[in-house]
């Protein structure tokens, strides 16, 4: 075998920036093996010196022809090899237009598919904390609280509606004082802000019961901020906010009495619920929505239950063995206990509605077996306050269809009726009927066998006064027991 030998260097020079010196070594080969391999080893060369370059600094592709200097645009890094493969394109095309004599400026950005990612920059500014001075901050710190009681209870101690009602009803002022500090709000400012709300009252936007529970709200609002020392003093005229004058109450009592039901009118809306007025494709269905608010009608009367105690009732709470039967539960609002007898049609139409279930099932239900008040949520699960009420809602279109269109009392009056009675047959026993703590009745007895035995007696005649039956019902000596 023949040794290695050098032969000779070859110079190779390119567009006159560059000197490369090739050193050659064969065995054995001819000249014109020679001369292909250096033609190979040229173009090499000078295919790499057309590649452009990459600028760390500005992060962009760049290349120099005749003593310009062309970027030819932006990429994510050197290794990217769309944008490189762009850059290279285009630098290309740079290079045709000048040596074909056209002039071109230099272009410091060139656009590409890709695009730099931008670091993240750190946030400069602190977050900002909870201010408790605000009017806006301690209004949505009442209400979260009073929030965390309704769910902590389910609705029980505090009701959803209410905490939803005081939201609401804070608006008003929250929107007139948001900004501003509740320490600096005087009683000057507080004045101007009721003969503002006042207005409201004077255009028609809000009912007169809407100012005082707007009212009632804001004194609520200044007392939790003095208990929690966001305050120092009260305002001198808060106490005077929704004080009604003697001319004022007096309004006030005659529009209330368009509230009650007449006798007349309960029969009305009781024989409306009957089959018989009824479509006659409607007669042969059992159970129906009508069915259901006939019989709600006559409990709402009977024990002065409102929609939420109805749909709360469960079958432990309906006596039906006792003598004669009663509901005894702790009313849904305040926890009060309340004791009602049943009137016959009532335990007539709860008696089926017992059968076969458990002492803590549910006795009144919708169709599809949901309760009757039903509290929305939001995506979270918790309880929004909106509720969806069907007997409040069949009750008022019922009054609309018998009685009139522009009829505004609602399933709430039957009670305000039934207490009303109370109170002018047998004054004190609206205490009871209502379920109310403390009641005249209840401070004239050393024990509630006394002011029950009573309120039962009230309880027959009121049956009769409504219309439900001809004679009264007769009582056991020891009624209640």
Known sequence: ???????????????????????????????????????????????????????????????????KKYYLGTGRGKSDRESKKAAIQRMEEIKSLVLAGESIEVASQVPTTHKPKKKARKKSTKTRKWTPLLVKSVSRQLVREKMGIAQASNGEDLSFGRVLNLKNRLKHFTDYFGDRKLSTITASDLTKWSQIAAKRVTSGEIAPATLRQDYNCVKQL?????????????????????????????????????????????????????????????????????????????????????????????????????????????????????????????????????????????????????????????????????????????????????????????????????????RNRMPGTEDLYLSHAEGKMSKQYTTRAGPQKIFDTMLTYLEVDMGFEKTLMKLPKRSGD
């Open 1 to 67: 075998m023949h040794p290695t030998i050098p032969v000779f260097a070859v110079k190779l020079r390119s567009n006159g920036q560059k000197w490369v010196f090739l050193t050659i070594h064969f065995l054995r080969i001819n000249w014109s093996e020679l001369h292909i391999s250096i033609q190979k080893v040229y173009s090499r060369f000078v295919a790499k010196q057309q590649l452009v370059n990459w600028d760390a600094n500005n992060k962009q592709w760049f290349k120099t022809f005749q003593g």
């Open 222 to 422: 200044f007392r939790y901020a003095y208990k929690e020392d966001y305050i120092d003093s009260l305002p001198r005229n808060l106490d005077d906010l929704g004080k009604q004058t003697k001319t004022q109450k007096k309004k006030q009592a005659v529009a209330r009495r368009h509230l009650f039901f007449t006798k007349k009118e309960i029969q009305q809306l009781w024989d409306a619920c009957s089959k018989d007025s009824l479509d006659s494709k409607w007669r042969d269905r059992g159970d129906t929505e009508q069915e259901l608010l006939q019989l709600c009608i006559a409990l709402g009367l009977n024990t002065g239950m409102t929609q939420q105690d109805m749909s709360d009732l469960v079958v432990a709470d309906v006596m039906i063995k006792k003598r004669p039967p009663r509901i005894i539960r702790l009313r849904s609002k305040t926890g009060i206990e309340s004791n009602h007898l049943l009137w016959v049609k009532v335990r007539e139409a709860l008696k089926p509605r017992l059968e076969g279930k458990k002492p803590m099932d549910k006795v009144l239900r919708r169709k599809d077996g949901r309760p009757l008040v039903v509290t929305s949520v939001d995506d979270r699960g918790r309880p929004t306050g909106a509720r969806s009420d069907i007997i409040g809602g069949a009750f008022t279109r019922l009054v609309k269809r018998v009685l009139g269109k522009d009829d505004p009392r609602r399933f709430r009056e039957l009670r305000r009726t039934g207490a009303e009675m109370c």
